[in-house]
């Protein structure tokens, strides 16, 4: 069984202009997200996941020069994305890092895979759950993800896609609880100015070359500076509105 992080990230975002690209200690905050991710010891690969649109070819060129797969597919269907690079890759259990995330945890993404080698016939669906907001990820079974594909019908599953997953009750889904240690209320995803800044404040107290910053550190920092988590708390209703007007509506 392989087990594969997909990165799926694109640079066409509307909200906050080449944010995978914006610079924090002079590194893209992809290749910040990449290098984090290389952490984790229980992946077979490490995927970024983009799309044929040519702007994301500069996507593509870092994920070379990381020395990390990547697989270039449909630009709204993220569904079909992952299912085309799944089959591509020979990839059969999917862990999904959204390129916005860039404090996923890499810890938690081993805790995933090795719940996924050990019970793959058990579970379909593997998920954190009362991590902060943007570090949460999810895996799920080939199988699934072709049963899923195959069965809807809409095109554009670019927002939303996760809830194919998370509200079919047919699945058979594995809850990985958050150490009571790692509950805050923070936002931790990177869509306005105000998330690039509140991540810019951490990494530049925290960075060190290298060394990815795990989540001990970036919670004791917010709560030793609340003012910290207040830079992009207020973008939260913007971004569930923005959320809930773009979001699947099932055919």
Not at 49 to 67: G, R
Not at 152 to 164: A, L
Not at 166 to 177: R, S, V
Not at 207 to 233: C, F, Q
Request: include cysteine.
């Amino acid at each position: 069984m392989k087990i594969g992080a997909f990165i799926t990230v694109r640079l066409g975002s509307t909200r906050l202009e080449n944010k995978a690209l914006l610079e924090i200690k002079g590194k893209p905050t992809i290749v910040h997200l990449i290098e984090r991710i290389k952490h984790a010891k229980n992946l077979d690969k490490i995927v970024l996941c983009t799309t044929t649109n040519p702007e994301d070819k500069k996507l593509i060129k870092m994920a070379e020069e990381q020395n990390i797969s990547y697989f270039a597919g449909d630009e709204k269907d993220i569904i079909k994305r992952h299912y085309d690079a799944a089959n591509y890759h020979e990839i059969d259990f999917i862990i999904n890092i959204d390129g916005d995330d860039l404090f996923c945890d890499p810890e938690y993404i081993d805790e995933i895979a090795e719940e996924a080698k050990e019970n793959y016939h058990l579970y379909d669906v593997i998920s954190t759950r009362d991590l902060p907001f943007g570090v949460n990820s999810f895996g799920y079974k080939i199988d699934c993800l072709k049963s899923i594909f195959e069965k809807k019908k809409e095109d554009n599953t670019e927002t939303g896609w996760g809830e194919f997953f998370k509200n079919n009750q047919q699945l058979k889904k594995k809850y990985i609880d958050a150490k009571e240690s790692h509950t805050i209320d923070a936002r931790m995803s990177l869509d306005y100015e105000e998330d690039f800044q509140f991540f810019k404040k951490i990494i530049d107290m925290l960075y060190k070359e290298g060394k990815y910053i795990n989540l001990d550190e970036i919670i004791h920092l917010l709560r030793e500076n609340p003012e910290i988590i207040k830079i992009n708390k207020f973008v939260e209703d913007k971004y569930w509105e923005h959320y809930e007007k773009k979001k699947i509506t099932k055919k």
